[in-house]
């Protein structure tokens, strides 16, 4: 079993910054594969970024969306995983979620991602214009 906690979203001005972090609460060290979805109102939820259980994946990828202006770190002493995103845009708006179990590690662009098994309540990031 797997929990996972989001926390750090906020309101903020267009080209503010926020940092998300997901807690990872499991039984053993697994050294899942975590990735971050988001979900705007409406729409299904998309792939943003990828980190791998060793906090260095060969295949970590961004949505283009985000590249250059998110970036995602891990440290397995404090079972976490950080989102840091600058220079927000109200695009941007929407619930972010963190999510484990599922096979994002493997090479595949954001866009064909699945939650996957394990997810956590999302935080809401809310950037306005």
């Known amino acids: 079993q797997v929990d996972l906690v989001e926390s750090g979203g906020g309101s903020v001005q267009a080209g503010g910054s926020l940092r998300l972090s997901c807690e990872i609460r499991q039984r053993g060290n697994l050294g899942y594969c975590i990735a971050w979805f988001r979900q705007f109102p409406g729409k299904e939820s998309e792939g943003v970024a990828n980190i791998g259980s060793d906090g260095v994946s060969p295949n970590q990828l961004y949505a283009d969306s985000v590249k250059g202006r998110f970036f995602l770190s891990r440290d397995n002493t404090k079972n976490s995983v950080y989102l840091q995103m600058n220079n927000l845009k109200p695009e941007d708006t929407g619930i972010y979620y963190c999510?484990?179990?599922?096979?994002?590690?493997?090479?595949?662009?954001?866009?064909?991602?699945?939650?996957?098994?394990?997810w956590g309540r999302g935080t809401q990031v809310i950037v306005s214009s």
């Open positions: 999510a484990a179990g599922g096979s994002y590690c493997n090479g595949d662009p954001p866009e064909t991602w699945v939650i996957g098994r394990y």
